[in-house]
């Protein structure tokens, strides 16, 4: 007996930080995942099946990003501080070393209106998750001698900086907004939870410890707040699609932790990268149904 094919509705939705109200933007029946929301606050960056595209802030239609070559884009990407560039994570064709085709991830740039993409990162694997509040720099996990850890490298390229030495994925790494600490989730002591360091490394702390499974810390523009996903059950060193999960507000001040959204089915695609809308009063993210 064939099996009938699972179809795929993603909606990009906006969430109140203070009123908790949310909101549909846009809808398909295609995957898509990953909403930046630009610095203007006009339009999202998504990806789909290996390309990006942008949705204006009315929900009107999805628009491809020209990508020139770059057809297999993962959902690592973001948007420059300036503006001005997109990072993307893209399969390297090139790459003759890694045999998994998602191991040959590495970093590019482009202009954020489209255009040719340039290599950043040397090696693969390699994905995309912050840039500094300065544009010089971006952060990102990569696996190197067989683990994950969080790295950084020079816009312009040249050699990667080390971070993260534990056993165990370090992952999801993105800047604070004053350039002092990068916030990211890690299974160093063998759940996944969120952690703090200096940009240089140092003063390593761990800042969530509860049963949930937590990715992805994202810093408000202001400074304020920090957004993250939950799975509401332990996904140990996975953060995979079609899952039960919410998105979770922590106060930087005091480190008090509250509900954002209520459950529901998201999980991969959904807050892979930063989504802060620029007045750091709303953040996008995407939510899915399974329908066969």
């Given at each position: 007996?064939?099996?009938v094919?699972?179809?795929?509705?993603?909606?990009?939705?906006?969430?109140?930080?203070?009123?908790?109200?949310?909101?549909?933007?846009?809808?398909?029946?295609?995957h898509?995942?990953a909403?930046n929301?630009?610095?203007?606050?006009?339009?999202?960056?998504?990806?789909?099946?290996?390309?990006?595209?942008?949705?204006?802030?009315?929900?009107?239609?999805?628009?491809?990003?020209?990508?020139?070559?770059?057809?297999e884009?993962?959902?690592?990407?973001?948007?420059?501080?300036?503006?001005?560039?997109?990072?993307?994570?893209?399969?390297?064709?090139?790459?003759?070393?890694?045999?998994?085709?998602?191991?040959?991830?590495?970093?590019?740039?482009?202009?954020?209106?489209?255009?040719?993409?340039?290599?950043?990162?040397?090696?693969?694997?390699?994905?995309?998750?912050?840039w500094?509040?300065?544009?010089?720099?971006?952060?990102?996990?990569?696996?190197?001698?067989?683990?994950?850890?969080?790295?950084?490298?020079?816009?312009?390229?040249?050699?990667?900086?080390?971070?993260?030495?534990?056993?165990?994925?370090?992952?999801?790494?993105?800047?604070?907004?004053?350039?002092?600490y990068?916030?990211?989730?890690?299974?160093?002591?063998?759940?996944?939870?969120?952690?703090?360091?200096?940009?240089?490394?140092?003063?390593q702390?761990?800042?969530?410890?509860?049963?949930?499974?937590?990715?992805?810390?994202?810093?408000?523009?202001?400074?304020?707040?920090?957004?993250?996903?939950?799975?509401?059950?332990?996904?140990?060193?996975?953060?995979?699609?079609?899952?039960?999960?919410?998105?979770?507000?922590?106060?930087?001040?005091?480190?008090?932790?509250?509900?954002?959204?209520?459950?529901?089915?998201?999980?991969?695609?959904?807050?892979?990268?930063?989504?802060?809308?620029?007045d750091?009063?709303?953040?996008?993210?995407?939510?899915?149904?399974?329908?066969e």
């Open positions: 007996m064939s099996q094919p699972v179809k795929i509705e993603s909606s990009l939705k906006t969430v109140d930080i203070l009123s908790h109200e949310i909101k549909t933007v846009y809808t398909a029946g295609i898509f995942e909403p929301w630009s610095n203007d606050g006009s339009f999202f960056v998504v990806n789909s099946i290996g390309r990006l595209y942008t949705i204006p802030i009315d929900g009107s239609v999805m628009n491809p990003l020209n990508t020139d070559f770059a057809d884009c993962n959902n690592d990407h973001g948007i420059s501080p300036d503006g001005k560039w997109l990072a993307i994570s893209h399969n390297n064709k090139n790459d003759t070393i890694q045999t998994e085709q998602w191991k040959k991830s590495a970093i590019y740039i482009l202009p954020i209106q489209g255009g040719i993409p340039r290599q950043v990162t040397p090696e693969s694997p390699s994905f995309w998750h912050g500094s509040p300065d544009g010089k720099e971006l952060a990102y996990c990569a696996e190197r001698n067989g683990n994950f850890d969080i790295y950084t490298i020079p816009v312009s390229g040249g050699r990667e900086k080390q971070l993260t030495h534990e056993p165990g994925l370090d992952d999801g790494p993105d800047y604070s907004p004053d350039g002092k990068i916030y990211f989730n890690s299974f160093r002591t063998g759940s996944m939870q969120i952690w703090r360091m200096k940009t240089d490394g140092s003063q702390e761990q800042i969530t410890n509860d049963f949930y499974s937590n990715w992805f810390a994202h810093p408000s523009p202001d400074g304020k707040w920090i957004v993250f996903i939950s799975y509401l059950v332990d996904q140990a060193e996975a953060h995979p699609f079609g899952k039960d999960v919410k998105l979770r507000l922590m106060s930087v001040a005091d480190r008090k932790i509250s509900d954002l959204t209520p459950v529901f089915f998201g999980g991969q695609g959904t807050l892979n990268v930063p989504s802060w809308s620029p750091s009063k709303q953040v996008a993210f995407v939510s899915y149904l399974q329908n």
